[in-house]
């Protein structure tokens, strides 16, 4: 099991910066990837962003990318988040994955879910 927590989130205004960190707990040892995701209201969960830790490569959305920033290791994963917008409006969750294989960006594909974080920003 891994215990996943989030925190940082906040309400803030268009251009500012945020940066969320997520503490992971458990078998932390056991995990492939970790993965920063955001839901807004009546909308699916969309990846944001994730890092493999063979490799440390790194991967964001396309809405993201030049803005977002991924770090941290297997303990603690933070999501350094600038030039906000309001489209960046919703609850920031982290999960965690266990088992390798291609991809990044699908929720199922990770086995374990903090509790989430709301970001509000405001134009």
């Known amino acids: 099991q891994v215990q996943l927590v989030e925190s940082g989130g906040g309400s803030l205004q268009t251009g500012g910066s945020l940066r969320l960190s997520c503490a992971a707990s458990?078998?932390?040892?056991?995990?492939?990837?970790m993965g920063w995701f955001r839901q807004a209201p009546g909308k699916e969960r969309d990846f944001v962003s994730a890092?493999?830790?063979?490799?440390?490569t790194t991967y964001y959305a396309d809405s993201v990318k030049g803005r977002f920033t991924m770090s941290g290791d297997k303990n603690t994963v933070y999501l350094q988040m600038e030039s906000l917008r309001p489209e960046d409006t919703a609850v920031y969750y982290c999960?965690?994955?266990?088992?390798?294989?291609?991809?990044?960006?699908?929720?199922?594909?990770?086995?374990?879910w903090g509790q989430g974080t709301q970001v509000t920003v405001s134009s």
């Open positions: 999960a965690a994955r266990t088992r390798p294989g291609i991809g990044s960006t699908q929720p199922r594909l990770y086995d374990y």
């Open positions: 458990g078998r932390t040892f056991s995990t492939y990837s």
């Open positions: 890092i493999k830790w063979n490799g440390a």
